[in-house]
């Protein structure tokens, strides 16, 4: 089991998880929380100055611990997977323009060809922007995402095929994010996550709960302690591995989106220092 | 690839596929349609003789495939084991009157335990079923459900865990159900249904497809064809290890549930020719 949770330091909010407040009020109030992180998702910088933006977040002592997300590397078509590769280069360009030293990969899926024709095109996918990422000097972190996603959103659903894929690639500029909620289920998870970090690819590590039931195949994650996972436990394996970054939560849910954000906030803190 | 379908006597439909029908309805449009098996759910056999209802399914030529379904081994509490043990055996005297070769097993989970205990108590309900089991003549099949089921539904959600299960009790009345709907996403499928011949579990098939999106968690499976779920190659790979049996279509669906039965019914036949 893993160390108690006294402070939040190392707990990273999502701007998803609270995603009615702009980014500038989210950062505020984490800040104002005493949180030390914070993961920003695309969409919250938009028309923003990337660079300022950046920096607001780093005057309020929140260090930038990702961008989210690029990915989606499949598709039936050239000239499709083209534009896809080209999106991730954008991504890179904002994550080095906001100081945040990864992105956060949703690989894809392409309804209409094989899993396995997906998960290549997303190799090369990854292939084709290295350069860029390492010049940026951002690390490009696959997330394995879970099964019942496999149709349209991701061809990688487990950490042992993610570690797969990351040891091929084998490049310091590409790592593994490892989510709860996508890999809770998983025997494996255990061993899986120890070769993660003994190949020095376990870069980031997503929290939340998974409730019974789910409501939406998307958006009704549940906070920490409402649902079945074991995270305690996985947060050991992880932490047994010496990994010291951030505990990320990222929460999405229409429950939670329509309920006051600051309450919404005291529940995080809350459910962190409880049940993580 | 699998051999090409041209006819519907490997061609078996399940009760709660055309659930607005009741069982005697169904009996006859199955029949009339020249389908070969039918595999009953026991909300379908309520206030039925089941004997009998077992012998008119026979007088219109429809095989009984199995009867759907027993499991939900786990709980908390001991008395709830217990009782989910007694409801078991009366699943399994339910199908010996019905004439079912089978019991197929939606194993269970309990929130609240972790999903290794929940495994051990699914093996010890099994064991504590045996008996029974043998003396009846019945198989209980173990079927992996898909991990987006792992909290509430079935602890066992990949062919691997059915596989050590069914291999630890290493019984002729114990098998294993292979569902497209649960199992296509896992890189090792094709391995583990070999292995599960292998071992005599392979015992149960059933089709449908995955759609994307997916609207629903429980009840919005498609028709084959309809979803990104490589059917012809699985359908392929069970046949190649000498499986013979029925190919089931079991579809939850409250968008066909709504519709003319009969019109549905010539879409599943439809389907089945040209997608399976």
Request: proline residues 4%; aromatic residues 8%; hydrophobic residues 40%.
């Amino acid at each position: 089991m893993a160390k108690e949770l006294t402070d939040f330091k190392n707990l990273c909010v999502h701007t998803i998880t609270t995603k009615p407040w702009p980014i500038e009020k989210a950062a505020q109030e984490f800040s104002a929380a005493g949180i030390g992180g914070i993961t920003v998702w695309r969409d919250a910088l938009a028309g923003r100055d990337i660079r300022k933006t950046g920096n607001m977040l780093r005057d309020l002592n929140l260090e930038v611990v990702s961008l989210c997300r690029g990915g989606f590397f499949p598709a039936l078509t050239a000239s499709q997977r083209e534009a896809a590769i080209a999106d991730n280069l954008k991504a890179i360009d904002e994550a080095e323009a906001l100081g945040a030293p990864m992105v956060v990969l949703v690989c894809g899926a392409a309804p209409g060809q094989s899993l396995t024709e997906s998960r290549q095109q997303i190799q090369d996918g990854i292939m084709a922007c290295l350069e860029h990422a390492a010049a940026a000097r951002v690390k490009l972190t696959i997330e394995p995402l879970h099964p019942m996603y496999a149709g349209d959103r991701s061809a990688i659903n487990t950490l042992a095929q993610a570690n797969d894929m990351a040891e091929a690639i084998n490049s310091p500029h590409v790592g593994v994010a490892v989510d709860v909620y996508h890999l809770w289920w998983d025997p494996d998870l255990e061993n899986q996550i120890k070769r993660c970090a003994a190949h020095n690819n376990l870069a980031a590590f997503h929290i939340c709960d998974w409730k019974t039931p789910t409501l939406d195949m998307l958006n009704d994650r549940g906070l920490m302690g409402e649902g079945c996972i074991n995270l305690k436990q996985i947060r050991g394996w992880v932490e047994e591995t010496g990994f010291n970054g951030f505990n990320e939560v990222e929460v999405f849910s229409n429950i939670y989106w329509h309920q006051d954000q600051q309450q919404f906030l005291k529940k995080i803190t809350s459910a962190y220092l409880q049940h993580t």
